[in-house]
């Protein structure tokens, strides 16, 4: 027996890239990903601190929850941390992901692995998500490399250096959304999200 899908989640992040993604995923299933500044401008979360992504996702939806549950109107919620993790960096930047992106940027990343034979990288993404009554959790992967050269203007974060290991061989910036998105950790995520609750396939 399927579960009743939701007609509406309110995702809350301040990167409209992350909202385009969740969209065009959920689509398929007929369900809208709306920001959740649509109904509260004024959400404090303080930034957790944590080992993995999923820790930090399940803190900030609970920080968020205290903060809009009345305003949800039965709707559901979702939040998202997401990090890049390299192999032959210990799984750096991780959960500092956001942090190194916006201090040292992709070029910093490349000149720490000119030296590294090994490139291999991947991408992962947790959601936790509140269906009106709990609090469920889900990862997605995406297996990729490190490219050494920037490449394609479309994306954000990462995407210009990361090369998916089912794709082509073009980075995610390379991509059309649709592309992306086919592949991406956040889809896989949002994919599991599918199956935990037994909606109908995607």
């Known amino acids: ?43 404090s979360v303080v930034e957790p601190q944590g080992e993995n992504c999923a820790q930090i996702a399940h803190s900030k939806i609970m920080q968020v929850l205290d903060s809009v549950e009345d305003e949800l109107n039965g709707n559901w919620l979702m939040v998202e941390d997401s990090g890049l993790f390299i192999d032959a960096l210990g799984g750096f930047p991780g959960v500092y992901s956001s942090y190194v992106h916006s201090t040292v940027g992709n070029e910093g990343i490349v000149k720490l692995l000119e030296e590294s034979k090994d490139k291999s990288a991947r991408y992962i993404s947790s959601i936790s998500f509140w269906d009106g009554e709990r609090i469920h959790s889900v990862q997605g992967h995406c297996k990729g490399r490190i490219s050494l050269e920037s490449r394609g203007d ?49």
């Open 1 to 43: 027996m399927h579960r009743e899908k939701p007609e509406l989640i309110f995702f809350h992040t301040g990167n409209e890239h992350k909202l385009d993604e969740a969209s065009q995923v959920m689509s398929e299933l007929q369900i809208k990903i709306r920001s959740l500044k649509d109904i509260s401008s004024s959400i």
């Open 154 to 202: 479309s994306g954000f974060g990462y995407d210009p250096i990361f090369i998916p290991e089912a794709g082509d061989d073009r980075t995610f910036s390379e991509m059309t959304l649709l592309e992306k998105t086919a592949l991406s950790h956040r889809t896989m995520a949002l994919k599991m999200m599918v199956e935990k609750l037994n909606f109908p396939s995607m």
